[in-house]
């Protein structure tokens, strides 16, 4: 599918004495894995808040699935299909597995919480992504890999077709970042868009099928991965050519002890 599910153009926005983002334009299709890159500071969590709602942009266009969006606001992003993961996790650790995934939408009957109902929806979503987890399980009991799967059973739960997903491998081991690409790539294998934040560029070969850089708030490149090299990545993120990835430092010696 070509036509893009989101569309941002000459987007702007300023915070009290910071150019955020200066005329940004990105786009996103259904079905792709999209690397959002740049440096800290170069506008990347800014432009994704603004696409899901979190922050109003001050000028520029946004259309989602085609739609001209004046103001975004997080009800109206999830009414659109649009969900945010962020890399602090926000969940309830006293609460189950079902009662996370349906905070804020639980499921009464007659007037009282039927946790059974959610129990039941909400192991027909993790089943469905072939995740392992009961979904009576106490949130605070799972690892830090387990409770980021339940966060994205819970994006997937209100039928999110835009998933973003900021530095989602920063507290993960080898094992568990392969385990949540399983699932990943089942994610856009349905049709869902995935924006994906993350400063380890050497997942980028494993996941991404297209690159989108920014610089101190400006669009630089927009890329297919396989088109491109680490070291153009970089080169673009950082504004020169990185001529050594580990470069030598000279350091005089120490003095011998007596």
Do not use: W
């Amino acid at each position: 599918m070509d036509d893009y599910i989101v569309e941002l153009s000459g987007v702007s926005k300023r915070f009290p004495g910071v150019l955020a983002l200066d005329n940004v334009s990105f786009n996103l299709k259904a079905g792709e894995i999209l690397a959002l890159l740049g440096e800290n500071g170069a506008g990347k969590s800014t432009l994704m808040k603004i696409l899901s709602g979190v922050y109003i942009k001050d000028s520029g266009t946004m259309k989602i699935f085609g739609r001209e969006i004046d103001e975004m606001n997080p009800k109206k992003a999830q009414e659109l299909g649009v969900a945010i993961i962020h890399q602090e996790l926000n969940m309830c650790a006293h609460l189950s597995v079902a009662e996370n995934i349906f905070l804020g939408r639980e499921i009464t009957k007659s007037g009282v919480l039927s946790n059974r109902e959610m129990e039941r929806q909400a192991k027909k979503i993790l089943d469905n992504l072939n995740i392992d987890i009961s979904p009576d399980t106490i949130v605070g009991d799972l690892a830090v890999s387990k409770q980021q799967m339940v966060e994205i059973a819970k994006a997937l739960s209100t039928n999110a077709k835009v998933l973003i997903m900021d530095e989602p491998t920063s507290a993960l081991t080898s094992k568990e970042i392969d385990d949540l690409f399983l699932i990943i790539r089942k994610i856009r294998s349905e049709g869902c868009g995935i924006v994906y934040i993350s400063h380890r560029l050497e997942e980028l070969e494993h996941i991404v099928d297209r690159v989108t850089i920014l610089r101190d708030g400006q669009f630089i490149k927009s890329m297919d991965y396989a088109s491109t090299t680490l070291e153009e990545i970089i080169a673009n993120m950082v504004g020169r050519e990185i001529k050594e990835k580990f470069p030598r430092v000279q350091c005089k010696k120490g003095k011998k002890n007596p």
